[in-house]
């Protein structure tokens, strides 16, 4: 009878332990403070906060989550050329997460917010060809309204 008890002892132990600090709770607590700092505005701060997350859960569940946030704060805040570099390390570090499908079309619309109308327009075929692509209906819209204003 002791042997039992002590075996549920522990294992409740572990439970609680767990709960609190086997990189669960705590982990996506530090994710969603930067996702809401994202959300809030606060470009800078959500960036540096999901980096720290990044950097102390290599590997965790909402790793692409947390870099596509990231290049979205890097966005946000203006900085076109960092979010180019983090949205592309979203689609080469997890190609087949949904982080991957939305960082190619923020790539095509970082294209035009940039100026580059051929590359964005090339960008925004792909994929509307890829039709599995969430992001299918704004890119059909975007390409459309590239061809209209070519034909201007």
């Known amino acids: 009878m002791k042997t039992k008890t002590a075996v549920i002892a522990a294992f409740l132990l572990l439970v609680a332990f767990c709960t609190n600090g086997c990189d669960g709770q705590q982990s996506s607590e530090a994710f969603h403070r930067g996702r809401d700092l994202v959300i809030k505005g606060q470009f800078d701060a959500a960036e540096s906060e999901l980096a720290e997350f990044e950097r102390q859960h290599p590997g965790h569940t909402l790793s692409s989550r947390a870099r596509f946030l990231r290049a979205k704060a890097k966005l946000g805040a203006g900085d076109l050329p960092q979010s180019r570099q983090l949205f592309?390390?979203?689609?080469?570090?997890?190609?087949?997460?949904?982080?991957?499908?939305?960082?190619?079309?923020?790539?095509?619309?970082?294209?035009?917010?940039?100026?580059?109308?051929?590359?964005?327009?090339?960008?925004f075929q792909v994929i509307v060809k890829q039709s599995r692509s969430i992001y299918l209906a704004e890119a059909t819209a975007v390409r459309a309204m590239l061809d209209r204003q070519r034909a201007e």
């Open 88 to 123: 592309q390390q979203t689609i080469d570090q997890f190609p087949q997460s949904d982080e991957a499908d939305k960082a190619r079309y923020k790539l095509a619309f970082i294209e035009l917010l940039d100026g580059n109308t051929q590359q964005a327009e090339q960008q």
